[in-house]
Structure formats: structure tokens, C-alpha cells
């Protein structure tokens, strides 16, 4: 089955500095996944995602790096705010027509100004 | 254009009671997920349904939940005789029909329910 998991449970960064937070997932026929941020009491928020037959995906302030060999992904995120501070998930969806997500259990993100 | 509305954020019952959650996709939306989340973990899929239909209930447990979808309405997570571990944050998603094309899920605010 599906799962998929964070390296780190916490994150802690300056105001500015860049931010870099890791997820692997151990099924090789997900083909779709998405990071999302969670601020306290609300729900995920979508920010980025990237298809399988990708490899790095930008937005803005945000890129994602898929690595399908070794199956990890990260979320950069460049000069990173006050107002980044918040829960990260990496989720992951897995068979064709299945569209159900995995997630990961999350990383939370500290700015320190 | 409003954002998946979950009622009520917050919910209180007492073990045994009957706890209903609802969610109103975003408009045009036929896809509807529901979730569940811990405290400090991530979410579980429960169930995936279209108007009318269950898809997926792989991660329904499968006594005391059921979920529906009609026609018309919001879609109804219920919970027959709670216990004290059903107490979490359910969160509700929806996304678009694109066909067999996966897209992102637009996530609601959740319901919190508290079992005492």
C-alpha cells in the first residue's frame, strides 16, 4: 500500500533564509502529488503539485522536486516569511482512478523573525 | 465563488449520540472526499463519493459510519453511537470532474468534534 512519510517533524528557519522541507513516499505507481500547508484550525491549503512524469515544478516562491528513483520530494520555499509558518504535507495519489490522497504526517515550519 | 463549506466547525457530543457532518462542495464541483485528521498527524482518506454514489470507502471503518452524497444537498458524514476515538477533525474536499485526469482537492475548514 501507500504511505507516505517526513524526515523531519519540525523545521525552524530565519526570516529570509530559504526553507527546505523532504517527503518519501513508497509507492512507485503514484503518479500525482501535491504539497499543502495547514495553518492552526483551518484546513489544508493547496500550494503546489507536480505530475510524475515531471521532475521540478515552480510557482511562486515555491518549486517542487520530484526524484522518482529514490521516490522523494521536497517543497523549497525561498525567502521564507513569518506568514510561512505553519504544517506541511506532502500527499501523494496513487493507482490510476484511485483519487483518493495519502499523506504524510507533516512538518511544522517556525519562521524566527 | 465560495470554498468548501463545512457545518458546523465545532461539534460536541456525548458518547453514544449521533454526530452529522456536512460539506458543500465548491460550485461545480462532483467529487467529494471526506478526511480525518488527529491531533499533530496527517489526514486519512475515508471516503470518495460523486452525487449519489460511493466510489471509494476503503478507509470507512465499517461499523457506525456511513457517508452520502444526494442529488441534491450537501454530502453527510454520519456517525451512529460516538466514542470517545472519533474525536478528531474531519475534513472535507472536492474537486472538479476532469475525467481520469487526478487535479487537486480543495479542502474545506473541517469539523471538529469532540466526544465527551
Known amino acids: 500500500g501507500e504511505s507516505v512519510g517526513l524526515h523531519l517533524p519540525t523545521l525552524s528557519v530565519q526570516e529570509g533564509d530559504n526553507s527546505i522541507i523532504n517527503c518519501a513516499y513508497s509507492?512507485?505507481?503514484?503518479?500525482?502529488f501535491i504539497w499543502y500547508k495547514q495553518e492552526s484550525g483551518k484546513g489544508p491549503q493547496f500550494i503546489i503539485d507536480?505530475?510524475?512524469?515531471?521532475d521540478k515544478r515552480q510557482g511562486q516562491r515555491v518549486t517542487v522536486l520530484l526524484n522518482k528513483t529514490v521516490k522523494h520530494l521536497s517543497l523549497q520555499i525561498a525567502a521564507t516569511q513569518p506568514g510561512d509558518s505553519a504544517v506541511y504535507f506532502c500527499?501523494?495519489?496513487?493507482?490510476?482512478?484511485?483519487?483518493?490522497?495519502?499523506f504524510g504526517s507533516g512538518t511544522r515550519l517556525q519562521v524566527q523573525p | 465563488n465560495a470554498g468548501v463549506m463545512q457545518n458546523p466547525r465545532h461539534l460536541v457530543r456525548r458518547r453514544g449520540q449521533e454526530a452529522r457532518l456536512r460539506c458543500s462542495p465548491m460550485?461545480?464541483?462532483?467529487?467529494v472526499y471526506w478526511y480525518r485528521q488527529l491531533p499533530e498527524e496527517g489526514l486519512k482518506f475515508m471516503v470518495y463519493?460523486?452525487?449519489?454514489?460511493?466510489?471509494?470507502e476503503s478507509g470507512m471503518p465499517k461499523e457506525r459510519f456511513s457517508a452520502e452524497f444526494p442529488k441534491e444537498g450537501p454530502s453527510i458524514l454520519r456517525i451512529q453511537q460516538v466514542v470517545r476515538g472519533d474525536s478528531a477533525a474531519y475534513f472535507c474536499?472536492?474537486?472538479?470532474?476532469?475525467?481520469?485526469?487526478?487535479?487537486?482537492?480543495?479542502f474545506g475548514q473541517g469539523t471538529r468534534l469532540t466526544v465527551v
Open positions: 463519493l460523486q452525487k449519489e454514489n460511493i466510489i471509494d
Open positions: 500527499a501523494a495519489m496513487g493507482d490510476t482512478g484511485r483519487r483518493a490522497l495519502t
Open positions: 507536480i505530475r510524475s512524469n515531471m
Open positions: 474536499a472536492s474537486s472538479p470532474d476532469r475525467g481520469r485526469v487526478n487535479t487537486e482537492a480543495f
Open positions: 460550485k461545480g464541483h462532483s467529487h
Open positions: 509507492n512507485s505507481a503514484s503518479d500525482y
